[in-house]
Structure formats: structure tokens, C-alpha cells
């Protein structure tokens, strides 16, 4: 079991660019969550996906953020014209999503981005 | 909205010591409660987890009891040791099916000194 996967493990992004971030669930697991990670803020919920469908987007900006799951294998989380508040590290989880008994959140290593 | 506080951002300890981090919360709905510890440079991993009142719950020495009452899951052991050095963050959870999103606290640093 490789765990969950996220590539890259760092990127660099000069302000006003793209930024896209992949994860890789853990085979199996029907729930992928994305978080992101600072100083300041901690550790704040963004988005999640069950069976690749949006349940809640609720932190997500509303400007800028999307993030899609085209497959059960993948998803992403794309940020348009980054700026220098969005650096910080961006985690992805995924859990089972079905069964009686409450399916744990394994967190990947993350993806470090800094906007210069 | 749902919010979690974690009051100690740096807790410095002499190995061997008993450590309490504080955790409490806010929430309209049951509340599920979890611990997760993140080493450096590593991804939070799951160190306890509760939704029954007033049961303490265990896990690689430390140990939490969720209290409805005063809306608190206190992380504790009685011992520390060099390698609990690492970030703690308090989180809650409302459970949909089986699963749900995590709101976190700011989390606690332990270091744990010789």
C-alpha cells in the first residue's frame, strides 16, 4: 500500500501563474478531501469528493480554487493566477466511504507551493 | 459556525514528564472528536478518535476523554518520551454516512528536551 500520493512534492510559481496539484487516493478508498496547511491558519478543510462527486466545497476561495475529480484514481486541485498568499502546503486525504463504522482520513505527504 | 481551540501553540517538556494539551470545541451537531499528530516534514497521521461521553480512549500511550459537558477531548499521557516531540492538532467532525470533513485547531508543538 503506497499510501496516498501527491506530486509534486514541491512547486514553485511566479505570481499570476498556474498552479496544479495532483493527488492519488489510496486504491479503494471512495472519499478524497484537500486541505491546506499554513502557519497562520493551520490546517483548513477546502474540499471533498465521494465516489469522484462534490459534497462540500464550503472552503474553498471563490475565486481562483477549482478542484475536480475526473476518475477514482485521481484528482486534482487547481489554482489560477496564484499570489503570494497562496503559498503553503496543500494536503490531500482519502478515506473508505462506506461501511458502518467510521473510516479514518489518511493524510498524504503534501504539496509545498510557494508563489514568489 | 463549528470551530476548535487548541490553547498552547509551544509546550516544552523534560522527557519522562506527564503533558495535557487542551483541546475544546464548538458545534451544533454531535460531535466527533479526533487527535491527529504530524511529525516533521510527515503528513498527520490518526492518534485517537471519540464520539462516546465520558470514555476514555487510548492509543500508543496517550490518551483523551471526550466531555459533552464542557465541550473538551484533552490530549494526555503520563509519561513523554523524545520521539512524542511533534505538531498535535485537535479536530472535529460531523459524520455523514461514515465520513465527513475535519475542522481543526491551530495545533500544539510538544517538544519533548533530554
Known amino acids: 500500500n503506497a499510501g496516498v500520493i501527491q506530486t509534486p512534492r514541491h512547486k514553485v510559481t511566479g505570481k499570476g501563474q498556474e498552479a496544479t496539484l495532483w493527488c492519488e487516493p489510496i486504491?479503494?478508498?471512495?472519499?478524497v478531501f484537500w486541505y491546506r496547511q499554513t502557519i497562520v491558519q493551520g490546517l483548513e478543510f477546502l474540499t471533498y469528493?465521494?465516489?469522484?462527486?462534490?459534497?462540500?466545497d464550503s472552503g474553498m476561495p471563490k475565486e481562483r480554487f477549482s478542484a475536480q475529480m475526473p476518475n477514482q484514481s485521481h484528482s486534482t486541485l487547481k489554482i489560477q493566477s496564484t499570489q503570494p498568499q497562496d503559498s503553503a502546503v496543500y494536503l490531500c486525504?482519502?478515506?473508505?466511504?462506506?461501511?458502518?463504522?467510521?473510516?479514518?482520513?489518511?493524510f498524504g505527504p503534501g504539496t509545498r507551493l510557494t508563489v514568489l | 459556525g463549528d470551530s476548535v481551540t487548541q490553547t498552547e501553540g509551544l509546550v516544552t517538556l523534560t522527557k519522562g514528564l506527564p503533558v495535557m494539551l487542551n483541546c475544546t470545541y464548538q458545534?451544533?451537531?454531535?460531535?466527533?472528536l479526533f487527535w491527529y499528530v504530524q511529525h516533521l516534514n510527515e503528513a498527520p497521521k490518526l492518534l485517537l478518535k471519540s464520539s462516546t461521553d465520558n470514555k476514555r480512549t487510548e492509543h500508543q500511550g496517550f490518551y483523551a476523554t471526550l466531555h459533552k459537558s464542557s465541550s473538551s477531548f484533552h490530549l494526555q499521557k503520563s509519561s513523554v518520551q523524545l520521539s512524542d516531540s511533534a505538531l498535535y492538532f485537535c479536530a472535529l467532525s460531523e459524520i455523514t454516512g461514515n465520513t465527513g470533513k475535519l475542522i481543526f485547531g491551530l495545533g500544539t508543538t510538544l517538544q519533548v528536551q533530554p
Open positions: 486525504a482519502s478515506s473508505l466511504a462506506s461501511g458502518g463504522n467510521y473510516a479514518e482520513q489518511f
Open positions: 469528493f465521494r465516489n469522484q462527486a462534490p459534497i462540500d
Open positions: 486504491s479503494g478508498h471512495s472519499a
Open positions: 458545534t451544533t451537531y454531535s460531535p466527533f
